[in-house]
């Protein structure tokens, strides 16, 4: 297979309750496996983007709702050590929780949705994916779910159009 992005949903206990000195060290570590998977693996920062989540935010009932503070601030730390935008974070807000540390079922899918549109948004800037904002676009002759299933028009969220994946915003 193909590596195309990284995604990134830690137990966030080692930033919850946080100072900003605490904070620092756990992006240097984030940082450091990005980088270490990288080199590993031969890609690049540029080609491969690292996609982080949020935790259950704390009015949901989350007890580490402390962490989206230094969650939406690792892009800047990244970015920075990495020379390139390669950082980008998927908000869990408005997402139920099923209890402290986890969401709901529904929450999950629809957070897995965010990571799949923002990950969708970056291949189509690199010119890999589309990403459709109606169903009114020209030119598709085959579609697809993700389950293989032929559909008679892109429908809301992933969709396979001739071959190439794109997520459907309407």
Not at 14 to 25: H, K, P, R
Not at 26 to 51: G, H, K
Request: some cysteine.
């Amino acid at each position: 297979g193909v590596i195309k992005g990284i995604i990134f949903h830690q137990g966030e206990s080692d930033v919850t309750g946080a100072t900003q000195e605490s904070a620092n060290l756990w992006y240097q570590r984030v940082t450091r496996i990005y980088r270490s998977l990288l080199e590993d693996l031969n890609l690049s920062a540029d080609s491969v983007p690292f996609i982080a989540g949020e935790p259950v935010y704390s009015e949901y009932g989350g007890a580490c709702g402390s962490a989206v503070q230094w969650v939406d601030k690792l892009p800047d730390y990244m970015n920075r050590e990495m020379g390139t935008k390669c950082c980008y974070v998927v908000s869990a807000s408005n997402l139920d929780a099923m209890d402290q540390y986890h969401f709901t079922s529904g929450s999950y899918r629809i957070l897995g949705n965010r990571y799949g549109k923002i990950a969708l948004e970056i291949l189509h800037n690199q010119g890999i994916a589309g990403v459709f904002t109606s169903q009114t676009d020209e030119g598709c002759h085959s579609i697809f779910n993700l389950n293989g299933q032929a559909l008679d028009a892109p429908q809301q969220g992933l969709n396979i159009i001739d071959g190439r994946k794109y997520y459907m915003t309407f």
